[in-house]
C-alpha cells in the first residue's frame, strides 16, 4: 500500500503544473488525463501542453472519461467553433472544462456561425470554468453561450457553471420558453421518459449584452393540478422539477427580456445576485427581473435588482403562476420603470402561501405593487421599506384581490412625490404599516396604522445592496416597538440584525430594537382568525342560531371574517361578520370536546375568550370553562370545539386584519 501511494505520488508531480486539477481520489488521479487547446497553435498537436490541440472539433470527437480535464489557453480565441464534448464524470470525478496559462480568459467567439457556443447533452458530471463566451451575428437568430440539455434520459446531476463571461449574445428576442436565446440554458426536452437536471450550481458569472435571458431554465416536464396552462401542447410531461439549484453571485447586465428565472424549480436558491438592465429590447413579450415561473419553495435572497425597463411589466421582481412557497426576503431593489414586484397567477392555477420580507425599494416606478392576472392566495408581504419619489401607482390591485389574496404588515411607505396612486387598494388586508409623506387618495385603511416620521436616518441615498444605511430607524422613529407579531418572521432583518419570533417587531427593514415586548392581545376589528391553515368559519353563510363552527380554506367571505372586540377584563369576544353571531361553547358547558357554536352575543362567560401568545399565534381559552378553542383538523370542515391544552397547530390561532 505504501509503494503504491508512492509511485501515485511521483506520477502527479511529474505533471506539469497548470496542468494539476485536485483530484477527489487517488482512483480517479490515476485514470484521468489533462488535455489542452490552444486555436493559434500549430495542427498536429496531441493535446499536451507542449503540443495543443488547435480546434474545438478535436474535442467535440472524444469522449471523456471521469476525472478529465479539458484546459484552453489564455489569450487564446477560438472563433465560430462551437465546443462539444462527449461523455460524463462520476460522482467524485467530475469532467472539467478550464483554462491554463496567464492572461486574459480563452475566447470562444462563436461569431453567430453557431447556435450554441458551448454545448452538452445527456451529460453529468461537468464542471465549466474561466471562458470568454460571445456570440454575435450580423442580425439576430437563435443563439446561445451555454446550452445544457437532456432529453429522455432521467435525472442528470451535478453541474458546476463558474467564473465564466458571457457576453453579447443577439439572440431570438421573440422567441421565449423553450429553444429560446440566452447566455446560460439549462432545457429539459422528451416525452418519453421523466427528466430533470439535479445539483446545479451557476455562479460568479458576469452575463452582459445578451438576448432573451440572461440566466434561464425551462423543462417540458411540467404539468400539475397547480399549472393550468402550461403552454406546450401535448408535448408536456408530467411534474418533474429541477432540483438542488443554486444561482448565486452572478452579474447580469443589458439583459434582453427576463434576467434570471429558474422556471419548474423545486426549492432553487437564487442569491447574491445583481441584476442591471433588463426588458432592454423586449418588442413582443412581457419581462421581469429576477423571478420563476411554476416553481415550489424558491428562496430570493441577498439580491440587488435594477434597470428594468417598463411598457409590460418591468419589475424586479415577480410572483408569478403556479409559484408555491416563494420567498424573497433582504434584496435591494431600485430604479425599476415597472415597479418593485408582480403578484400574477394564471387563469386556474394555484400561486399561493408566498412571502415577501425584510427587503428595500428605492425609487421603483411604474406600479410597486401590480397585482394584474388571476388572484394570487395568501401573499404575506411584511417588513419592507419603500421609498417613493417617482411618479408610481402604490399599489395597483387590477384584478380586485382581496385580503385573502394578500395581507400588509409592518411595512413602511415613504411617500416622496405627489405623484403617487392607489388603485382599489382597500380591498387588501393592512396591519401595523406606516404611511408617511404624501397621503395619495385610496391610501388603505389600517386599523394600527403610524403617519408619523419613521425616521429613516438618509432614505433616497442607498448605492448598492451593501450601501443602504439610510434605510435605518433613527432616534425617535414612530417605527419602534409597535408592529404586528408574526408566527415565523425569518430569523434576521435586511441588516442582518436578529429578528425573534414571540416579540413585537420594528416596523420596515429595520430591527432596531433589541428588547424584547410580548404581544398583549390582537387589535379591534375585523379579522380573519385561522389555525392549520383553516379559517373559523360558518357552514354554508349559515344564520340559524346554534350552528356550530368548523375550519375551511380561507376564502374571504364575510362567513370567515369576525369583529373582535377587547372586553374590560381583558378577554376578546368573536361576533361573525356575515351573522351577527358569536363564538359561544354551546350550554355553558365545562366539558371537553363541547361544540362552539354561533349565537347571540351576550357578553357572557362561554362567549369570551382569553388570548395569550404561543407558539407564532393566540390560544384562545374559554373564561368559562378554562378549555381552549380547538380545530379537530387541518382538513375543510373540521368541526371547532374546546379542549385542554394541547401542543399542536390546531390550538394556535393567527389574526388577520381585513378591510
Not at 40 to 57: K, M
Not at 636 to 653: N, Y
Request: with cysteine; charged share 15%.
Amino acid at each position: 500500500m505504501r509503494l503504491r501511494r508512492l509511485t501515485l505520488l511521483l506520477s502527479v508531480l511529474s505533471l506539469p503544473l497548470t496542468s494539476v486539477w485536485a483530484a477527489p481520489t487517488a482512483h480517479a488521479a490515476a485514470q484521468s488525463q489533462t488535455f489542452h487547446v490552444d486555436c493559434g497553435a500549430a495542427a498536429g498537436g496531441d493535446g499536451s501542453q507542449a503540443r495543443p490541440w488547435n480546434a474545438l472539433s478535436t474535442v467535440n470527437a472524444r469522449t471523456f472519461q471521469p476525472g478529465d480535464a479539458i484546459l484552453l489557453k489564455r489569450g487564446s480565441t477560438c472563433t465560430g467553433q462551437q465546443l462539444f464534448p462527449k461523455g460524463s464524470g462520476a460522482s467524485g470525478s467530475p469532467i472539467r472544462i478550464g483554462a491554463y496559462g496567464s492572461g486574459a480568459k480563452p475566447k470562444l467567439a462563436g461569431a453567430g456561425q453557431v447556435t450554441d457556443v458551448v454545448r452538452l447533452a445527456d451529460q453529468e458530471y461537468w464542471e465549466i470554468a474561466d471562458l470568454d463566451i460571445s456570440n454575435k451575428g450580423n442580425t439576430a437568430a437563435t443563439r446561445r453561450g451555454v446550452h445544457i440539455t437532456r432529453t429522455d434520459s432521467g435525472t442528470g446531476t451535478y453541474y458546476r457553471i463558474r467564473g465564466l463571461d458571457v457576453h453579447d449574445v443577439n439572440g431570438n428576442q421573440t422567441k421565449k420558453d423553450d429553444d429560446a436565446s440566452a447566455g446560460i440554458f439549462f432545457e429539459v426536452l422528451g416525452h418519453t421518459t421523466p427528466t430533470r437536471f439535479d445539483d446545479v450550481v451557476v455562479e460568479n458569472n458576469t452575463v452582459r449584452t445578451v438576448d432573451r435571458y440572461g440566466i434561464h431554465f425551462w423543462t417540458r416536464w411540467m404539468t400539475r393540478p397547480e399549472l393550468n396552462n402550461p403552454n406546450c401542447g401535448t408535448t408536456c410531461g408530467t411534474w418533474t422539477p429541477q432540483t438542488r439549484v443554486v444561482i448565486r453571485g452572478n452579474t447580469v447586465t443589458d439583459i434582453g427580456g427576463d434576467a434570471i428565472v429558474p422556471h419548474h424549480t423545486e426549492g432553487a436558491l437564487v442569491e447574491h445576485n445583481r441584476v442591471d438592465g433588463f426588458r432592454e429590447r423586449e418588442p413582443a413579450h412581457c419581462a421581469a427581473g429576477v423571478w420563476g415561473w411554476n416553481t415550489n419553495r424558491a428562496l430570493y435572497q441577498f439580491n440587488e435588482v435594477s434597470g428594468g425597463k417598463s411598457e409590460c411589466d418591468g419589475q424586479g421582481l415577480d410572483i408569478d403562476e403556479a409559484n408555491i412557497g416563494t420567498v424573497y426576503q433582504y434584496n435591494y431593489s431600485h430604479d425599476n420603470e415597472g415597479g418593485f414586484i408582480l403578484l400574477c397567477n394564471g387563469a386556474g392555477s394555484t400561486t399561493a402561501d408566498n412571502v415577501v420580507r425584510y427587503n428595500i425599494s428605492q425609487n421603483d416606478g411604474g406600479q410597486l405593487f401590480d397585482m394584474v392576472c388571476a388572484k394570487t392566495s395568501n401573499t404575506q408581504i411584511y417588513n419592507n421599506t419603500f421609498y417613493l419619489s417617482r411618479p408610481v401607482d402604490i399599489i395597483n390591485n387590477a384584478n380586485g384581490s382581496g385580503a385573502a389574496n394578500a395581507v400588509f404588515s409592518n411595512n413602511i411607505f415613504h411617500v416622496a412625490t405627489s405623484e403617487a396612486s392607489y388603485v382599489n387598494a382597500g380591498s387588501l388586508a393592512f396591519d401595523s404599516n406606516v404611511f408617511y409623506g404624501d397621503h395619495p387618495a385610496g391610501e388603505p385603511a389600517d386599523p394600527n396604522k403610524v403617519t408619523a416620521d419613521p425616521k429613516l436616518v438618509a432614505p433616497g441615498t442607498a448605492t448598492s445592496r451593501a450601501d443602504a444605511d439610510g434605510y435605518r430607524l433613527g432616534t425617535g422613529s414612530s417605527a419602534l416597538a409597535n408592529g404586528r407579531p408574526l408566527a415565523a418572521p425569518g430569523a434576521r432583518d435586511y441588516f442582518g440584525n436578529p429578528v425573534t419570533a414571540g416579540c413585537v417587531p420594528d416596523r420596515g427593514a429595520h430591527q432596531s430594537t433589541t428588547a424584547c415586548t410580548a404581544p398583549t392581545g390582537p387589535s379591534n376589528g375585523v379579522h380573519q382568525i385561522s389555525a392549520g391553515g383553516q379559517a373559523i368559519d360558518v357552514p354554508a353563510n349559515s344564520t340559524e342560531q346554534g350552528t356550530q363552527l368548523h375550519g375551511w380554506k380561507w376564502h374571504g367571505g364575510n362567513n370567515q371574517k369576525w369583529t373582535v372586540t377587547r372586553t374590560a377584563d381583558g378577554s376578546y369576544t368573536l361576533r361573525n361578520v356575515h351573522s351577527g353571531l358569536c363564538a359561544d361553547v354551546r350550554d355553558n358547558s365545562k366539558e371537553a370536546g363541547a361544540a362552539v357554536i354561533q349565537w347571540p352575543c351576550s357578553g357572557a362567560a362561554n362567549q369570551r375568550w382569553t388570548a395569550t401568545w404561543k407558539n407564532g399565534g393566540y390560544t384562545l381559552t374559554s373564561k368559562s370553562s378554562g378549555l381552549l378553542l380547538t380545530l379537530a383538523s387541518g382538513a375543510d370542515g373540521g368541526l371547532i370545539s374546546q379542549r385542554p391544552a394541547a401542543s399542536g397547530a390546531i390550538q394556535t390561532w393567527a389574526f388577520v386584519p381585513q378591510p
